[in-house]
T-cell receptor, first 116, second 112 residues
Framework: AQKVTQAQTEISVVEKEDVTLDCVYE???????LFWYKQPPSGELVFLIR??????QNEISGRYSWNFQKSTSSFNFTITASQVVDSAVYFC?????????????FGKGTKLTVNP | NAGVTQTPKFQVLKTGQSMTLQCAQD?????MSWYRQDPGMGLRLIHY???????DQGEVPNGYNVSRSTTEDFPLRLLSAAPSQTSVYFC???????????FGPGTRLTVT
């Protein structure tokens, strides 16, 4: 069965520090999709990125970057030069494309607090 | 486009009462799902649907029913509310499980 582990429950940093949020996943499928979502204090869920299992290229979007490594089953998220507005709960999620499962499974989330 | 809408935003129920949480989307998405969010537990899948007339159970389906008579609507029914169902409920929709999910604003439910 698919599983996502976000071992860091809470992280606190000072503004302008870099921070990496870890995500480790388990799946038996060879085709799968990984996601990151952000939940700011206002409560809505915001999509950040989607990755399929065949694309191991790292991605950078402004201050955000993602490192996908199939060898370690990890899909880590780094925020460079963090800002107070980055304070949120971040969720990693996994969906499988085969085996008849149409489920998206989330990790328990990492709460990031960026202090001024 | 309204996106994904959920009603009500807040609800207080007494133990044993029933109610329906409404979810609608106007993006012609085939895939719709319900999650509950509890502190420290992340988002857990309750039920999902891959199209009108097709529903299936997620991780935590007990105590909840769903139906999907149209592409747009995916209501979640609590049959006999229990305090353990106190949670924030999110509805989501997408073109498929491999795509970005669009989430509604959530319903905060308290069962006393």
């Amino acid at each position: 069965a698919q599983k996502v582990t976000q071992a860091q429950t809470e992280i606190s940093v000072v503004e302008k520090e870099d921070v990496t949020l870890d995500c480790v996943y388990e799946t038996r499928d060879t085709t799968y999709y990984l996601f990151w979502y952000k939940q700011p204090p206002s409560g809505e869920l915001v999509f950040l990125i989607r990755r399929n299992s065949f694309d191991e290229q790292n991605e950078i979007s402004g201050r955000y970057s993602w490192n996908f490594q199939k060898s370690t089953s990890s899909f880590n998220f780094t925020i460079t030069a963090s800002q107070v507005v980055d304070s949120a709960v971040y969720f990693c999620a996994l969906s499988e494309a085969q085996g008849g499962s149409e489920k998206l499974v989330f990790g328990k989330g990492t709460k990031l607090t960026v202090n001024p | 486009n309204a996106g994904v809408t959920q009603t009500p935003k807040f609800q207080v129920l007494k133990t044993g009462q029933s109610m329906t949480l409404q979810c609608a989307q106007d993006m012609n998405h085939e895939y719709m799902s319900w999650y509950r969010q509890d502190p420290g537990m992340g988002l857990r899948l309750i039920h999902y649907s891959v199209g009108a007339g097709i529903t299936d159970q997620g991780e935590v389906p007990n105590g909840y029913n769903v139906s999907r008579s149209t592409t747009e609507d995916f209501p979640l029914r609590l049959l006999s509310a229990a305090p353990s169902q106190t949670s924030v409920y999110f509805c989501a929709s997408s073109y498929g499980i491999q795509n970005e999910q669009y989430f509604g604003p959530g319903t905060r439910l308290t069962v006393t």
